[in-house]
């Protein structure tokens, strides 16, 4: 996906390019550009469900389409220790 403000870089935060991201980010008119939510909430309601029907750790990240280390990740990001716990037990284990 192309940069929503000039069309040519490949878009990143916000969905703007990096030299983009910077000159807004410099007028500070950032907040002018929507914030691209990756779904987090839609994430850690899967792993919930997940959790609860005793699915394996190790499918977790098949499941959810994401790297091990990307969802750990997120679930510390949610403050969800529990839950990244067994993930990056995960993650140390299937070093590849
Ligand atoms: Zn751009």
Same mark, same amino acid.
């Given at each position: 996906?192309?940069? =929503?403000?000039?069309?040519?870089?490949?878009?990143?935060?916000? &969905?703007?390019?990096?030299?983009?991201?910077?000159? =807004?980010?410099?007028?500070?008119?950032?907040? $002018?550009?929507?914030?691209? &939510?990756?779904? %987090? %909430?839609? =994430? =850690?309601?899967?792993?919930?469900?997940?959790?609860?029907?005793?699915? !394996?750790?190790?499918?977790?990240?098949? $499941?959810?389409?994401?790297?091990?280390?990307?969802?750990?990740?997120?679930?510390?990001?949610?403050?969800?220790?529990?839950?990244?716990? !067994?993930? %990056? &037990?995960? &993650?140390? $284990?299937?070093?590849?």
């Amino acid at each position: 996906m192309n940069c =929503i403000r000039c069309g040519n870089g490949r878009a990143r935060a916000r &969905r703007l390019c990096k030299p983009c991201y910077w000159v =807004i980010c410099q007028a500070g008119e950032l907040d $002018r550009w929507p914030r691209v &939510r990756k779904q %987090s %909430s839609q =994430i =850690i309601e899967n792993v919930r469900w997940l959790a609860e029907n005793n699915t !394996p750790v190790v499918e977790w990240p098949k $499941r959810l389409k994401m790297t091990p280390a990307a969802l750990e990740r997120m679930l510390y990001r949610a403050g969800l220790h529990d839950l990244a716990g !067994p993930v %990056s &037990r995960l &993650r140390g $284990r299937e070093d590849r």
